[in-house]
């Protein structure tokens, strides 16, 4: 649909023109710094920041009912900037001009109902929105298209060159760091720092395709982010972990698209996520707060973050009920099967409290809870989804392990209505599919393979054939059609298939 065939009321609206006036906040001093510069923490206190829109205020003067409007409508739009995160222009990054923006088909991923048989046995009404679905398979990819696209504006008004782009990571941020970057080299370079065996091969494969510089060091993912900060402090490059407060905003379109996939009822919802170094979490309280105080939803919907066992510092702190006794933690981590959430000290964790502070503050009551999770829970609710038709991965897994958990404490009650993060595709953590199937998951797991879940590939030779083809060397004639005969005769017995009968 082109923009002047838009209805009367939203056309001036139809096409971002929100001039906001975007600054960098600190959490802990409150200090305000501008966006020419690509700040990580504050250059005072060394605390992280949250960027700001000082014109956050006229947005509330459209009225609700027009910004859902003009969100229905935009979705129309065939312009490519707007065919991403950057839907929610106004809210996302109102000064990035929509020639600088990259869009590589990130956002707008499914929500998927899950079947009656699933939903019984979890117990609660749910989807699963499948962020795997995401151009390098992970949700990552809503932070790196906003935190690219505010580098490539800067490259392009002149204000840095030669950009080099690092991150640590567990393995889709370097995925999706790499595959941004490699779209606007040679201005951008990637960079990215990975714990030595902590990723899969597939994710280990993502940057190297996309021409990073990929280096493995020994340790754990806090390992990284501690050589990744100190490359940030003493070098000129550009950080693309978390810290940097522009994934965040990026992020924030996951709750903006929920909100538009459930016609902006959000009465009785509850937003499931798993975390890791708690940057999705922050975008996704971040993402409802902005929408509920323009007026754009009515009702905060509640939030559930889930950790496993193995990695709990955010649950860790919030057992403690009085808020003035808490008191952060970082924890060691132990193995775990949802490994991109594998991370003892997060980043994000001032957000998180100052977050949750005013989520529950504006809802007039608790709305973010958190629970704890089994390595073997993560792993189970993972295969029973994914043999109920999703393609959720560990994280997935975790969420809805997270979810039930909540039911079962009567966090969730029995009206409420989930939406699971699968943060990213199960193919990208496949191996511990399998090794769950071979019984080959390291003891330190604690996980053992339900016979129920377990499959393999069954290899037919049936073992009256002398000849069977191979790679280069096809049968022909008799042989031939002995092999098929004999072949699928095997495969009908294993499968107890009954004959046709012939006419
Ligand atoms: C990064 C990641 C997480 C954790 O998200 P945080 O923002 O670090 O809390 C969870 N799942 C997957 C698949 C991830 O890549
Ligand atoms: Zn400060």
Redo the contacts with the bound molecule.
């Keep these: 649909m082109k923009p002047e065939d838009f209805p009367q009321e939203i056309k001036p609206f139809i096409l971002p023109n929100h001039d906001g006036e975007l600054i960098y906040r ?6 305000q710094y501008g966006i020419e510069k690509l700040l990580y ?7 992280v ?1 949250l960027i700001y829109d000082l014109k956050f205020e006229s947005l509330k003067k459209i009225p609700g009912s027009i910004w859902r409007k003009i969100f229905d409508y935009r979705k129309m739009l065939t312009i490519p900037a707007l065919k991403g995160i950057y839907l929610y222009h106004e809210f996302i990054g109102p000064m990035i001009p929509l020639d600088t923006v990259i869009c590589l088909g990130e956002g707008h991923t499914p929500v998927v109902e899950a079947n009656n048989f699933l939903q019984k046995k979890a117990g609660v009404r749910f989807y699963f929105k499948n962020d795997g679905q995401n151009p390098s398979a992970s949700f990552k990819d809503r932070g790196m298209a906003s935190a690219l696209s505010y580098i490539n504006c800067l490259v392009r008004k002149g204000y840095v060159s030669d950009v080099l782009a690092i991150c640590a990571s567990t393995g889709d941020t370097s995925a999706s760091a790499a595959l941004y970057a490699s779209f606007i080299q040679p201005d951008v370079k990637s960079a990215v720092i990975l714990p030595h065996k902590k990723v899969t091969p597939q994710q280990l494969a993502q940057p190297l395709g996309s021409g990073a510089a990929v280096f493995e060091i020994p340790g754990v993912f806090d390992d990284c982010m501690k050589v990744v900060e100190a490359l940030s402090e003493n070098y000129n490059v550009a950080l693309l972990n978390s810290k940097n407060a522009w994934r965040i905003l990026g992020q924030e379109s996951y709750s903006y698209e929920i909100a538009q996939a459930f016609e902006y009822d959000m009465e009785n919802r509850v937003v499931v996520v798993p975390i890791g170094n708690a940057g999705n979490i922050t975008a996704v309280m971040n993402g409802f707060l902005k929408f509920y105080e323009t007026g754009i939803i009515a009702s905060l919907p509640k939030i559930l973050g889930v950790q496993s066992e193995h990695a709990n510092p955010v649950y860790r702190y919030y057992l403690e009920p009085d808020a003035a006794k808490r008191k952060f933690e970082p924890v060691i981590v132990k193995p775990s099967v949802a490994q991109a959430a594998m991370i003892g000290n997060p980043v994000s964790m001032p957000r998180v409290i100052h977050l949750v502070d005013v989520y529950n503050r504006m809802s007039g009551k608790q709305n973010v809870f958190f629970v704890e999770v089994t390595e073997q829970s993560i792993m189970d609710w993972e295969l029973l989804a994914n043999r109920n038709g999703h393609i959720a991965c560990t994280h997935g897994g975790e969420s809805l392990a997270g979810l039930v958990e909540a039911r079962r404490q009567r966090i969730v009650g029995e009206n409420d209505i989930a939406i699971v993060d699968s943060t990213a595709h199960a193919i990208k953590f496949s191996g511990f599919q399998e090794k769950y199937f071979e019984k080959s998951l390291p003891a330190e797991f604690k996980i053992s393979s339900n016979p129920e879940l377990v499959n393999a590939p069954v290899y037919i030779q049936p073992e009256r054939l002398a000849k069977v083809p191979a790679p280069g060397k096809p049968l022909q004639g008799d042989d031939f059609d002995q092999f098929v005969e004999q072949t699928s005769k095997e495969i009908a017995k294993r499968l107890s298939l009954k004959k046709v009968p012939k006419a």
């Design positions: 600190c959490l802990g001093c409150g200090k923490t504050c250059p005072d206190c060394k605390q920041l």
